[in-house]
């Protein structure tokens, strides 16, 4: 079912509370080190405010216990001004009597900052007296915020019992179409890579994909665990031994689906990934007993970048190595460069993978980076995210 998105809305003289993602990264100073989240969610801001909406935003930042001065919206609504070039009036508590005035005495495109929603246990715990009361000072609700649309917490789902409509933002509603083609009905060949460090976070994942992709690609600290599933000796690499087993099943799993499973056939290595003294690359089935995998090795970085080249449609999800060292990220750079330059509809899930292509350099080149990684994950899952699912059905 297709849900209502922004541009269902007669939003004119109403207020609307939005859900933005304001989750930014901060120094140890407080001073924001990316703004990239609010700039994703201006389209959205500046297109409720030019309708002539009163804009309310709400979002979550950091994980405080309480509240917290260190955790205030203040510099992000400092830098919301700067990037809106708008007036922003930020308020010092989400609800009860503070919210309530400012927001009775807004003007259409008015915008006003609620103080972070998670100064509040009741947020997490989707407590519905707290989203009554969340949703008091509104008339309508958009969810913008596709980071969080895996959770069920008041501001992102409870506020719906008492807000309808309840529609999708322009971030949410592109997540919705590109992401939702891409498992529902993708353009062949369906190419996916999966990275990061534990197999144990993208079971459902894996299992998942079996059924849609025609090739699978595994990097990372995860592919280890596969190679061990295959008899061979890993040394020190990550290995996640419950999950070999596993492993064994969806290498089985994809033989009988027809699927193609890549693994990395040649690797680098390394003595300590923190503190490494030496690296070289060896063969996959040549790992000494004393060194551990810290990237896919060149015969590897060919052959993947040879199954992107020839998809029509690419998901990643997570690094082929440990990337924060520019030694190890070899991989990682090769595989953004290669869905760079594939001609399809290339998408990358949120997390490492998205920070990764962002710094260097490859994101306006993808069809889509994601902004949720938990979310993106789950959606590739096939399950549904409580977020999206409390937004108003399309007629």
Not at 136 to 152: E, I, M, W
Not at 251 to 274: H, M, N, R, S, W
Not at 328 to 341: C, D, K, L, P, R
Request: hydrophobic fraction near 45%; aromatic fraction near 6%; include cysteine.
């Amino acid at each position: 079912m297709e849900k209502m998105t922004i541009k269902d809305l007669e939003v004119k003289g109403k207020r609307v509370l939005v859900r933005v993602d304001f989750n930014v990264p901060v120094d140890d100073k407080g001073e924001i080190t990316d703004d990239r989240r609010i700039r994703a969610a201006l389209p959205t801001i500046n297109h409720l405010a030019e309708q002539g909406a009163k804009v309310i935003l709400v979002s979550h930042f950091g994980r405080p216990k309480g509240v917290d001065d260190q955790f205030r919206m203040d510099k992000i609504a400092q830098r919301l001004r700067e990037l809106s070039d708008r007036k922003v009036i930020k308020v010092d508590d989400c609800i009860g009597e503070e919210p309530q005035t400012a927001a009775a005495s807004m003007g259409e495109g008015d915008i006003l900052l609620l103080e972070n929603v998670r100064f509040y246990k009741q947020e997490t715990g989707n407590d519905p007296e707290f989203a009554r009361q969340l949703a008091s000072v509104a008339d309508l609700y958009v969810n913008d915020a596709f980071g969080t649309a895996h959770r069920a917490h008041a501001s992102t789902a409870g506020v719906t019992a008492y807000l309808q409509p309840a529609a999708a933002g322009f971030l949410i509603e592109k997540e919705l179409r590109i992401m939702g083609k891409a498992i529902s009905n993708p353009e062949k060949p369906f190419v996916a890579i999966l990275g990061g460090a534990k197999v144990a976070d993208k079971l459902g994942v894996i299992t998942n994909l079996l059924n849609i992709v025609d090739t699978l690609i595994i990097g990372g600290g995860m592919a280890y665990t596969f190679l061990k599933a295959k008899g061979l000796e890993i040394g020190k690499s990550l290995v996640d031994l419950e999950k070999i087993d596993f492993a064994r099943e969806m290498i089985t799993q994809a033989e009988a689906k027809g699927v193609k499973l890549l693994l990395p056939v040649d690797v680098v290595i390394t003595d300590d990934f923190k503190n490494p003294t030496m690296h070289k690359t060896v063969a996959a089935d040549a790992i000494p007993a004393d060194l551990q995998g810290v990237d896919i090795g060149p015969e590897t970085i060919r052959q993947f970048a040879q199954a992107v080249k020839a998809a029509k449609t690419v998901v990643w999800n997570g690094p082929m190595g440990v990337f924060e060292n520019p030694d190890f990220a070899v991989g990682t750079n090769a595989i953004a460069q290669a869905m760079a330059e594939a001609d399809a509809t290339t998408i990358v899930g949120g997390g490492d993978s998205a920070a990764a292509v962002e710094q260097l350099g490859y994101a306006a080149q993808m069809s889509h980076v994601s902004t949720g990684g938990g979310a993106s994950l789950e959606f590739l899952e096939g399950k549904e995210l409580p977020g999206v699912a409390a937004l108003t059905d399309k007629e």
